[in-house]
């Protein structure tokens, strides 16, 4: 979902802003609509410093009630995720074991989010949209992320960025340039003064986050898997921008200079060298209908390496070297696609490190010029297998 700002990214203004002063005073309290409009042109010209981009149309700000929150999460998760799509993606994650077999993602996603969303950008009305219940104190550093979202739109086509199908890794790559950018620039909307190579690395504040998650029950009871997803295009995103600012000057990542995969994201020096993921198929029997087909990405590679793991530092060093994967998601011709019945089918590539950390099944995969690592899981009995 483009745009959308999340309830706990003031921990991240206020943990970056550490050692600086005056930020609770610019985070004064916006209340009224008139404030918000005042307050949106008086931090338009910031924004654009930020930036380095001029707006070439103002955006307009609105408030929303929760339950418009709501409605609007739940107009654009399904936009995004029709059922048959949901219901592929779905099954993915819970025979990776990424979510349980009884947790409902629409349900949990729509629930998630409407509890998180503190703001939201949306391109069609060209609006930043302020929940009527957001914390006063909050209400700025809300409106200088989205005028950053307001502003990328006049420069990208957001939601052709963000509804990529079924090229899951490039567009949270996408994603993390989005959301990265827009974090980034409100720190130096909010607290000019602040050095951004001072801060500590971005990535690194998920810790500071926990002290937060007694008050977003959502978030807090949610999988690994949805919080360190949703929490990933912003921290990680943020610190590859303020990489990207530093060795790039000037210049925008955007267009052919935007990020093709969360590996490039993660390790900016195979950003540099133009490392492309390896472009896998896989082979599918006669008997078999494809019910759902994309890829993780080393981001999800690494988060599924850690529910099995258990170990956050062994699953980045096993998921590092990442080239590229692909999974199906396959059902019996003529069957209803039972969850008995159903079963995954993925393969991937590595260079370098020949760690295993999980026991490998065969499938056919066929990579080029590389050799292919191979991994299944079938549900109902009890094991999960992969080899990387």
Same mark, same amino acid.
């Given at each position: 979902?483009?745009?959308?700002?999340?309830?706990?990214?003031?921990?991240?203004?206020?943990?970056?802003?550490?050692?600086?002063?005056?930020?609770?005073?610019?985070?004064?309290?916006?209340?009224?609509?008139?404030?918000?409009?005042?307050?949106?042109?008086?931090?338009?010209?910031?924004?654009?410093?930020?930036?380095?981009?001029?707006?070439?149309?103002?955006?307009?700000?609105?408030?929303?009630?929760?339950?418009?929150?709501?409605?609007?999460?739940?107009?654009?998760?399904?936009?995004?995720?029709?059922?048959?799509?949901?219901?592929?993606?779905?099954?993915?994650?819970?025979?990776?074991?990424?979510?349980?077999?009884?947790?409902?993602?629409?349900?949990?996603?729509?629930?998630?989010?409407?509890?998180?969303?503190?703001?939201?950008?949306?391109?069609?009305?060209?609006?930043?949209?302020?929940?009527?219940?957001?914390?006063?104190?909050?209400?700025?550093?809300?409106?200088?992320?989205?005028?950053?979202?307001?502003?990328?739109?006049?420069?990208?086509?957001?939601?052709? *960025?963000? /509804?990529?199908?079924?090229?899951?890794?490039?567009?949270?790559? +996408?994603? @993390?340039?989005?959301? $990265?950018?827009?974090? =980034?620039?409100?720190?130096?909307?909010?607290?000019?003064?602040?050095?951004?190579?001072?801060?500590?690395?971005?990535?690194?504040?998920?810790?500071?986050?926990?002290?937060?998650?007694?008050?977003?029950?959502?978030?807090?009871?949610?999988?690994?898997?949805?919080?360190?997803?949703?929490?990933?295009?912003?921290?990680?995103?943020?610190?590859?921008?303020?990489?990207?600012?530093?060795?790039?000057?000037?210049?925008?990542?955007?267009?052919?200079?935007?990020?093709?995969?969360?590996?490039?994201?993660?390790?900016?020096?195979?950003?540099?060298?133009?490392?492309?993921?390896?472009?896998?198929?896989?082979?599918?029997?006669?008997?078999?209908?494809?019910?759902?087909?994309?890829?993780?990405?080393?981001?999800?590679?690494?988060?599924? *390496?850690? /529910?099995?793991?258990?170990?956050?530092?062994?699953?980045?060093? +096993?998921? @590092?070297?990442?080239? $590229?994967?692909?999974? =199906?998601?396959?059902?019996?011709?003529?069957?209803?696609?039972?969850?008995?019945?159903?079963?995954?089918?993925?393969?991937?590539?590595?260079?370098?490190?020949?760690?295993?950390?999980?026991?490998?099944?065969?499938?056919?995969?066929?990579?080029?010029?590389?050799?292919?690592?191979?991994?299944?899981?079938?549900?109902?009995?009890?094991?999960?297998?992969?080899?990387?």
């Amino acid at each position: 979902m483009a745009g959308v700002t999340r309830a706990w990214l003031a921990a991240v203004a206020v943990v970056g802003s550490m050692g600086s002063t005056g930020c609770e005073q610019r985070a004064r309290e916006v209340q009224s609509e008139a404030e918000l409009k005042q307050a949106v042109l008086q931090m338009i010209p910031a924004v654009e410093r930020a930036t380095r981009l001029r707006f070439r149309q103002r955006p307009v700000v609105l408030r929303r009630s929760r339950a418009q929150v709501r409605d609007y999460v739940i107009h654009k998760f399904d936009d995004d995720l029709p059922p048959a799509e949901l219901e592929g993606a779905q099954a993915a994650y819970r025979l990776f074991g990424l979510i349980p077999d009884s947790l409902d993602l629409r349900r949990t996603m729509v629930d998630l989010l409407t509890e998180q969303v503190a703001g939201y950008f949306d391109p069609d009305s060209n609006a930043l949209y302020i929940p009527t219940d957001i914390d006063p104190s909050q209400a700025r550093l809300v409106i200088s992320h989205e005028l950053v979202h307001a502003l990328q739109h006049q420069y990208l086509n957001l939601d052709s *960025l963000v /509804e990529l199908k079924r090229q899951n890794d490039r567009r949270t790559a +996408a994603q @993390a340039i989005l959301e $990265g950018q827009a974090t =980034l620039a409100q720190i130096l909307v909010l607290m000019p003064e602040q050095k951004i190579e001072s801060l500590p690395n971005f990535w690194d504040l998920r810790t500071a986050l926990g002290a937060q998650q007694d008050q977003m029950k959502v978030f807090g009871s949610a999988p690994l898997w949805l919080r360190e997803s949703l929490i990933f295009p912003y921290l990680g995103g943020a610190e590859f921008v303020r990489w990207f600012d530093h060795e790039y000057p000037g210049k925008q990542p955007y267009g052919v200079l935007m990020p093709i995969s969360t590996e490039q994201i993660l390790h900016p020096a195979r950003y540099v060298a133009g490392d492309r993921p390896d472009a896998l198929a896989l082979e599918s029997s006669r008997a078999d209908t494809v019910r759902y087909e994309d890829g993780l990405g080393e981001f999800e590679i690494r988060l599924l *390496l850690q /529910e099995h793991l258990g170990d956050d530092s062994a699953a980045a060093l +096993a998921a @590092a070297g990442w080239d $590229g994967d692909r999974y =199906l998601v396959l059902g019996h011709k003529g069957g209803r696609g039972e969850r008995g019945r159903e079963r995954m089918r993925s393969c991937g590539t590595r260079c370098g490190m020949t760690r295993r950390p999980l026991r490998a099944l065969r499938t056919p995969c066929t990579a080029p010029g590389r050799n292919a690592v191979r991994a299944a899981r079938r549900s109902g009995d009890g094991r999960s297998s992969l080899c990387w």
